[in-house]
């Protein structure tokens, strides 16, 4: 059980498009997700917390306007970057928690590769 | 502010070594703190959770442990195989906060 989904795993665009990554959890309702962006040779960095049905709470840094998070369920949670330029080139990582729960679950990952 | 060190940055051992990273976080009100493992360009395998009552877990060849009042955290691999060789990850938590990351530890098991 708890497991997460993300989609895609790996894509490439031109920079000025938008891309969308989709977080799934499979097999429970996630109340809460994280979304976090990795950098080469860094650790993970918390982009936002989004909770269902509100908007996203973004960290000190990061662009509302350009990183979109859309929570409209409890097993889906989409990021959207949006006119992407190749310094967005990153490793994005969601997470789910549960309402009282004591763990995250973590999805596999997305590479976007601004070009 | 949580602040989460790992110490050290990288270590090479050679094969059925038994080693141990760590890991120090700033603020001991922790709920959780979690090890992952994480292969190159993949995402995060969750190893171990010590939740903040207890202080250690262990898993076949891993065992960690949690000292809240000094805020710090172990990893203990014990015989080390070539495929254990990854970055391993410590964080601190709860389930519907945010996740605390430090940098991170290379590993390389070497044959």
């Known amino acids: 059980g708890a497991v997460v989904s993300q989609h895609p795993s790996r894509v490439i665009c031109k920079s000025g498009t938008s891309v969308k990554i989709e977080c799934r959890s499979l097999?429970?309702?996630?109340?809460?997700m994280f979304w976090y962006r990795q950098f080469p040779k860094q650790s993970l960095m918390l982009m936002a917390t989004s909770n269902e049905g509100s908007k996203a709470t973004y960290e000190q840094g990061v662009e509302k306007d350009k990183f979109l998070i859309n929570h409209a369920s409890l097993t889906l949670s989409t990021l959207t970057v949006t006119s992407a330029h190749p310094e967005d080139s990153s490793f994005y990582i969601c997470s789910a928690g549960t309402s009282g729960g004591r763990e995250q679950y973590f999805g596999p990952g997305t590479r976007l590769t601004v070009t | 502010k949580q602040e989460v060190t790992q110490i050290p940055a990288a270590l090479s051992v050679p094969e059925g070594e038994n080693l141990v990273l760590n890991c120090s976080f700033t603020d001991s009100a922790i709920y959780n703190l979690q090890w992952f493992r994480q292969d190159p360009g993949k995402g995060l395998t969750s190893l171990l959770l010590i939740q903040s009552s207890q202080r250690e877990q262990t898993s076949g060849r891993l065992n960690a442990s949690l000292d809240k009042s000094s805020g710090r955290s172990t990893l203990y691999i014990a015989a080390s195989q070539p495929g254990d060789s990854a970055t391993y990850l410590c964080a601190v938590g709860i389930g519907n906060t945010p996740l605390v990351f430090g940098k991170g530890t290379r590993l390389s098991v070497i044959a």
């Open positions: 097999d429970f309702q996630a109340t809460t």
